[in-house]
């Protein structure tokens, strides 16, 4: 190490003498120094031939290009790398010209002649000037993607007069929403019109398996046809949405991205106790729990302030990755795997988005680089993997009355023997003089 480092300072001074004879050698250009540079003509070269290859289009090292002017100027993880103005004291310069104790750029390969080193430098002397039309456009990756577009309520759109001359929303039985007029919107776009109204018997039946996935029973049919209230459709979807299966229905969709599983999966694929956030999922949606909130607990409901049971059951959303356990696994790969796999979870479910390639290398396609994707992933990785235990609410009593028992057996007994603390201070004297005559035998022997 140490020698390397001496030879490159070797490099580096040698680099500094070729300079003033690189100089004094051409009498007809004027010195970099003094003359104007340009960028296309001067420096744009350099930087094609020694540097894009690892800051280009296909690699950015250290997330740094050098063909697209703002990241450029902005730097890269490391920071900021041209300083306009001052090229003392932009990193940059002291990469190329070898000045930097622990970073030569290029890494590899032949060094940038002493020439090009005064190029560059006169180039951020004289203010680093690059013409636009001599960067590369980067086309914002994946943003019209929808999972990067956020959720904005649409204008409703205005219905056309129906063809018959009849007024648009009278062709619709009551109640009418506004989902309506975009219904009736894009039939009148596709140049259809509406099916006739059902009965109520197949409304009711679609409604029924919509909302809570199971048929209505034949007295709910009975009640809903004989009920003439201008209300009663209202009232079957507020008695559906009212149901504890409106919750069970609609968990499996959140559930499946979640991979919820009541057994670890792989060889022994062993039972495993995860009803408990199946039940939270369930529950989320029956109380009406707002979406933030839904992803806010199963992310981190173990670091709300004053977490209940309740929350930290709902990060059962990061635990549900199959458990290998056969003989012979290494714990820290299998460990590792349940990782990207949370890390997967995390990206389908909550973000929209496929994550995994970021794993290696930046998305290709997707605004999403492996450096991001680590950093999510440190944040989940700072824990060993614990189980928590947790109780049903009769559990909670029972915990609660035993507890209970306790105290009352301890008050008892302090009341039976209120000069505990003195017997005890005693007990705590003869214990000591008992185990110096211990102490003292063994010495003696
Ligand atoms: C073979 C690949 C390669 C080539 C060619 C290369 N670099 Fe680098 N560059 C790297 C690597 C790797 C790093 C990260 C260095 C580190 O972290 O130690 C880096 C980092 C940098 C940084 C720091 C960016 C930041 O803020 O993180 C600058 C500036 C830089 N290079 C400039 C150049 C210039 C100018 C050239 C051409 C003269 C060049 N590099 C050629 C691989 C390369
Ligand atoms: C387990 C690691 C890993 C994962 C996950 C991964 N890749 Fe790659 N990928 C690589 C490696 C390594 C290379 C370089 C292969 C080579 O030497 O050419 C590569 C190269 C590529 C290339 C060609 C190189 C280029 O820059 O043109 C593309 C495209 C690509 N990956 C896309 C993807 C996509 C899309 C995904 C996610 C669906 C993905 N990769 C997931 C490891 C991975």
Redesign the pocket.
Known sequence: MARQRCSWLWISSLSVMAVSIGLAADDQTPKPATRKIDFVKDVQP??EA??L???GAKKQ????R?DHKPSALR???????IVPGKSGES??IR??AGLDP??K?????DR?TAEQVAVLRAWIDQGAEWPESASVELKSKGTDHWAFKAPVRPRVPTVRPMADGRKPMAVIPNPQTPIDQFILDRLQREGLTLSPETDRVTWLRRVSLDLIGLPPTIEEVDAFVADNSPDAFDKQVERLLASPHYGERWARHWLDAARYADSDGFEKDKSRQMWFYRDWVVNALNRDLGYDQFLTEQLAGDLLPNTTQDQIVATGFLRNSMLNEEGGVDPEQFRMDAMFDRMEAVGKAMLGLTIQCAQCHDHKFDPLTQRDYYRLFAFLNNDHEAQSVVYSEAERMQIADLRGEINDIEEELRKATPDWQQRLAEWEVSGTALAGIIHGGSNSR
């Open positions: 350099i930087f020694k540097c290859s690892c800051h090292e250290s997330a740094y050098l730097g890269g993880d490391i920071g900021r790398a990193p940059l990469y190329v622990d970073i750029m290029p890494p590899e390969g940038l």
